[in-house]
């Protein structure tokens, strides 16, 4: 399953490019994840500052990244290279899961991450 923009909120001054950028990004990491993931995400541009969310939703857990950036291409690199690591903390741990559901964000410790 690919997802599509309306999986995704964009703020009215996100331009075409960028949002199809997005979605190709999330594409890229989508087979990574768990088999019943959802994805989300919200993005805004405001005074030359990017910021922007995605959450993936799962049986057992979420994966959740923040950040802001000076153009969209940065903000993607750093909310993808911040989800990859909770999908690989996912990946070691799955197996021996006791918790019914897992914030990988706050085992990660790498909340509000700010892209230069």
Known sequence: MEYKLSSFQFSSDI?????????????????????????TGTFHRKDKIYSGEIRILF?????????????????????????EDQVALWKEIRF??????IDYNLRTN???????
């Open 15 to 39: 331009l075409r490019d960028d949002k199809h950028f997005t979605i190709m990004k999330i594409n890229s990491i989508r087979h990574k994840c768990p088999s019943d993931a959802n994805f």
């Open 59 to 83: 049986s057992k857990g979420q994966f959740v990244s923040q950040a802001t950036a000076t153009n969209m291409q940065e903000l993607l690199r750093v909310l993808i290279d911040h989800l």
């Open 96 to 101: 021996d899961q006791k918790e019914t559901f």
């Open 110 to 116: 790498k909340n509000n991450a700010t892209g230069s």
